[in-house]
């Protein structure tokens, strides 16, 4: 039934009919909850997930349980960070959760590590998917090395704004704290002196873009 | 004349004996001064490096010249930042340059491009070896963000000392603090608070460990 999703696949005609079949047979739906945990290290591994709704957080989290978000997936992507245990000598430190009310096929660990091993194709699609991920998680990082808190706070809910097609951007401050990887404290503050100068309206819940431009400018 | 390094690559005895024969006749010796640039974003392509002596350092860096080290490669160890235009829809914007003097055997970009197209084991270790180094960048990040400047500095001198077999690591304030993602006169605040309380010596143009398991106690 997962066959049209999974043909999508781009090394799926390098399957032989038995191991599409296997694949088709094994793989499953999987749903969680708004901020439900996916994966955690040292947990085991789930597998690889292809989403269909919702979106997938990933993020760095601290001994104090300080966090910081590394990347976003949202539907129509795939997430690998839940797989790093098929990837012989990489670790991945990583926390997955959903951000909001996920759904995602998911080809269990079990499956996809049988697949990878007998066909190379499999391994080639999950290290480049990896691979792709890593780049956007190294652009993530130069905003977190080199921009200010102002510009960080920007550049999230012009990204958040552009993605959802809405002016308000739905997220806590403590959200937005954690995603950016600051203070909640530091966060409020920048949001304060934004709305001061009439570039956002903070609601409860949510963050509204009062002038997209200035924020704009701001980058 | 370099088939016997070339045979260490796990796709070698996947590829024809035609693309053997390419891969010997075009890949080539390189080698960079200290602090000579290897890589910048925008620059092209220029391959795969299989580092035999010596070692890079990959970094961001910010418009006004900040920079942060993301990760540091050394002989035995493969540089495929260097060939990131052949990966398809992936674009790491990073600086890679030579650390102290360095060799490598260059695998061109054209040849390896070339490769790629025709094997897929070529193109699963190019996304591995791409996999392999974000694992190692996260632990770096993680570091970044949750450590304290006293606790990545210390991090920095063990690692050093580990890799080089010395209690003299030698490096330059400056270059400390790039390594950290940090600023000079930062690093040096705290390389004096470490002189005073027994845990390092300064010295011009390296920093000597004077008791390694203080050090550790602070991480």
Redesign the interface.
Known sequence: MYTETLSRLPFWQHLTPAQQAAAADQCRRVEYAAGQAVHSPGEGCLGVLLIESGALRIY?S??EG?Q?T?DRLHAGQICVMTA?CM?R??????QVEAESDTAALLLPARLFAGLMQEN??V??FL??A??????S???G??Q???LTLEQRVASFLLDEAARTGSDAVRVTQEQLAQAI?SAREAVSRTLKKLERQGLVTVERGAVRLADRPALYRLL
Chains 1, 2 share one sequence.
Request: proline share 3%.
């Open positions: 760095l601290s001994p300080r910081a590394i790093a990837m000598g990489v670790s991945f430190d990583v190379i194709y391994e080639a290290y480049r990896a691979t792709e991920r890593f780049a998680v190294l652009t990082m130069e977190m090395l080199f990887g």
